[in-house]
């Protein structure tokens, strides 16, 4: 038997009944709620005697007010935070027996272990958990998770049951205690992974020809954060920036933000499966990606100078220390899972998100809606919802519209290719107001080489 609350109402019902209340209430709820109602915990009914005492137990929904101060929970329930404490890091480091040098891609992944970003992982997959998230996007224990987070090395020197110090750039970040080594079949992880084994797809190229030849997993241990040149706030920090009871959307990005991107995330707020007060995280990756963007320094300048030009109380900075995969709908699911780490509600998806094109072709891998479908999917299982990022476009007689609205008044719209705009940053020739942000463009300018 159990007792259900709501508000100010309260029935008891059997355990069996317990679900038939649930679906009956969350339509009564906030959209924010809904995804906490799985993680509600039974306690003891009090004021109940007897030997069945202990087999009630009472569930409780609480009123409206006193519920919305929580955050969005953790992916699996639990944030890491694996920084050992100053008095037990030099310990660590003097029983390491080997020393391996993290590549740049290593080294984001080492970071969003030690910070949470990854949680609930503790370190990097083992073998076991590899081929499980490979062949079925999913732990052995069932939790999803879009994409193996690994550690590559080309030494033969390590094995398993040793203690291995993780360097970058003259920094010890890390200890890893390797319980697995293997060497995997790069063609099956491409094309699970990725939906092809080309090496035409640049993340198979990396798999291929940047990771080394071996895998190893096992437990990780903080030692110190890499030293960037823009801070990459953590989960933890993240969160503490939030509104409690508040839809938080994320927008992810790789690229400078201009007028259109920005009109973008603004409306998004106003969709409706947002509530009021919601606001908007900006969540760029300042990680590797692929080889013809533009610089992650470049992109953290673009994105300060904006934050300061716009002043917008509904939007919320940071910056993820992320490698990019361009794998289409699993990095969708990976980059909702880290959003739901930083505390956010909400995830805007837009057309052909993390996709790419062949180096030879120029074919995409993905369909422009792949993503978008595989995230919905799954938004429900990760306690997330999904924001269809809205097309936009600029016209001469009512600014910046969706495109149905420009279609459908035969409004006049601007075009401005990328392409094109490059020239013109190149060239020094004046770019339309409508298209960038003068801040952005005078970053850009001072990156950009004049030809």
């Not at 291929?208 to 030849?213: I, T």
Request: glycine content about 6%; proline content about 6%; hydrophobic content about 35%.
């Amino acid at each position: 038997m159990s007792a259900i609350v709501h508000g100010s109402a309260r029935c008891v019902v059997t355990s069996k009944q317990q679900d038939v209340a649930l679906h009956r209430l969350k339509p009564q709820l906030p959209s924010r709620l809904c995804a906490q109602l799985r993680n509600l915990q039974l306690a003891p009914i009090r004021g109940q005697a007897g030997p069945k005492a202990h087999s009630r137990r009472a569930m409780v929904v609480r009123s409206a007010a006193a519920t919305e101060t929580a955050l969005q929970t953790p992916h699996g329930n639990k944030l890491v935070d694996l920084m050992l404490p100053e008095d037990k890091k030099q310990s660590a480091i003097d029983s390491c027996t080997e020393t391996l040098e993290c590549s740049d891609r290593n080294a984001c992944d080492v970071e969003l272990l030690i910070v949470g970003g990854f949680s609930p992982l503790e370190g990097f997959l083992n073998e076991e958990e590899y081929h499980s998230v490979v062949e079925n996007m999913r732990m052995t224990d069932g939790l999803l998770f879009g994409l193996p987070v690994v550690f590559d090395t080309h030494s033969d020197r390590v094995n398993v049951g040793d203690k291995v110090l993780l360097t970058y750039q003259g920094q010890n970040i890390a200890t890893l205690t390797i319980d697995s080594k293997w060497t995997p079949n790069k063609p099956v992880e491409a094309l699970k992974c990725y939906g092809t084994s080309s090496i035409e797809h640049p993340a198979v190229q990396m798999i291929s020809m940047e990771r080394g030849k071996y895998y190893i997993g096992g437990k990780v241990e903080g030692l110190e954060l890499p030293k960037r040149v823009f801070p990459c706030a953590s989960p933890a920090q993240v969160r503490s920036m939030l509104p409690e009871g508040k839809d938080v959307l994320a927008f992810q990005c790789r690229n400078p933000i201009h007028k259109a991107h920005y009109e973008l995330f603004i409306r998004a707020l106003e969709a409706n499966n947002v509530g009021p007060e919601a606001v908007c995280l900006v969540h760029p990756t300042c990680g590797p990606t692929q080889d013809d963007d533009i610089p992650g320094i470049v992109r953290f300048r673009t994105y300060e100078v904006l934050k300061e030009e716009v002043n917008n109380p509904h939007l919320r900075w940071a910056y993820l220390p992320y490698s990019m995969h361009m794998a289409g709908p699993r990095e969708a699911i990976q980059h909702m899972i880290i959003r739901r780490n930083y505390g956010c509600t909400h995830f805007i998806i837009g057309r052909d998100m993390a996709g790419s094109k062949s180096t030879v072709t120029g074919e995409d891998f993905y369909g422009a809606y792949d993503a978008q479908e595989t995230a919905d999917k799954h938004a429900e299982e990760l306690h997330m919802q999904t924001v269809p990022s809205l097309n936009i476009t600029y016209t001469e007689e009512k600014g910046y519209v969706t495109a149905d609205v420009a279609k459908e008044q035969d409004l006049h719209q601007l075009k401005l290719s990328g392409t094109k705009f490059r020239q013109l940053l190149r060239s020094g020739a004046d770019i339309p107001e409508w298209f960038a942000f003068k801040s952005v463009v005078d970053v850009l300018r001072e990156a950009t080489p004049a030809k």
